[in-house]
């Protein structure tokens, strides 16, 4: 049977409209069978609000990289250096843009969410206010607090992990001074003795922890590794620097050069790293980061330690490098809880069997200077 033109034409169209109906071809509708509305790009600035008014003032030139905004179901990631965060494709309409508290490093709180209006508000550079609750201690100050091997022993600068990791934040934050109060042959009941006045003295926002090595020169920390004194006393420094108003990072104790004398037997890394499993408990019941500097020298060093130490326990520039690294890695990350956010202030906090006047930071701290 013959059809006419006119006939397939029709059948033509009801075949193309049935395809549209089926989803078989480009449809300007959207999943919901509207068609999607206008979009703007929406752009804000992450910014660290070191005096917590909200506003970004001339002097607060800290800023935060790789944190994610969120506006309208779009997100965007800050840049690194400026902090800059474009999100493209919000709808156009009232939206609320605000952080993702996830994406922040520990201990950095998010500020309120603002209201943004679109399209009128394309264009404006939208302030993202974070925080860090240091109390009186001095904004983008980072303390460094340990033995010899924090005082730059082994570095052919004798500046140790200090400037490696000062050099490391200025690009990432904009803002970072570093210091380091390193005490050569100390343990960490040396460092649980010291660091009230320590910290008195520097006031730092951060506090950089790494004692431990020198234990092992004591007999419960070479043998009987459960009634070793350091992760107690890593928990009492801890305790210090959140009492007054600091945020503590801790170390893990980084491993001997093994074989390289007698004050290095082969078995000492088998403890080094039983007392590490302790700072590492430690430092998950009280909320605090952990740089793991053990870990990243011994996958560097493989079964050749002496590539990155002078002696038997000294890490020469490369051995430095990577304990900066660590703890650069500590301050940064992103943290998977808000848990950090909120640290109490411990009051009263005083551990049996050390010789002291009080029990807080402050009541340690004896008259210093300004370092």
């Known amino acids: 049977m013959l059809i006419s033109p006119s006939v397939r034409r029709v059948a033509l169209a009801a075949s193309l409209i049935g395809l549209g ?61 400026s902090g800059r965060v474009v999100i493209s494709g919000v709808p156009q309409g009232s939206q609320t843009l605000q952080l993702r508290a996830s994406s922040l490093p520990a201990y950095y709180r998010a500020g309120a969410p603002v209201a943004v209006s679109l399209p009128a508000d394309e264009g404006r550079q939208f302030a993202l206010p974070v925080t860090l609750a240091i109390g009186s201690n ?72 790494l004692y431990g090595t020198n234990d092992w020169n004591q007999g419960a920390c070479n043998s009987d590794i459960s009634t070793c004194f350091t992760a107690r006393e890593i928990q009492f420094m801890v305790r210090a620097a959140k009492a007054a108003g600091s945020l503590p990072i801790v170390s893990t104790i980084i491993p001997a050069n093994t074989g390289f004398d007698s004050r290095a037997p082969p078995d000492r890394n088998i403890r080094v790293e039983q007392m590490n499993s302790q700072i590492r408990m430690v430092c998950a019941s009280e909320g605090v980061p952990v740089a793991e500097s053990y870990n990243a020298i011994m996958r560097e060093a493989g079964s050749n330690l002496r590539s990155l130490y002078v002696d038997h326990v000294h890490p020469n520039d490369r051995g430095h490098d990577l304990i900066a690294q660590s703890f650069f890695e500590a301050i940064t990350r992103a943290s998977a809880s808000a848990a950090f956010g909120d640290m109490p202030v411990l009051v009263g906090f005083a551990r049996p069997g050390l010789r002291r006047r009080g029990a807080t930071a402050a009541a340690l701290a004896a008259p210093v200077l300004e370092p």
């Open 138 to 209: 001095i904004a983008n100050r980072y303390l460094e607090y340990g033995d010899s091997i924090t005082d730059g022993d082994g570095s052919s600068d004798q500046d140790g992990y200090r400037g490696r990791l000062e050099r490391r934040l200025i690009p990432q934050l904009n803002r970072a001074n570093v210091f380091a109060n390193g005490v050569g042959g100390t343990t960490s009941i040396d460092g649980s003795e010291r660091i009230g006045r320590s910290l008195a003295s520097f006031r730092p926002a951060y506090t950089l922890i």
């Open 21 to 81: 109906a089926c989803g078989g071809g480009d449809s300007p509708t959207g999943p919901s069978g509207q068609t999607p509305g206008p979009t703007s790009d929406v752009t804000a600035v992450v910014f660290y609000d070191e005096n917590g008014n909200g506003q970004l003032d001339a002097s607060e030139g800290a800023r935060l990289p790789d944190v994610t905004a969120e506006a309208g179901g779009k997100t965007g990631r800050s840049e690194r250096g």
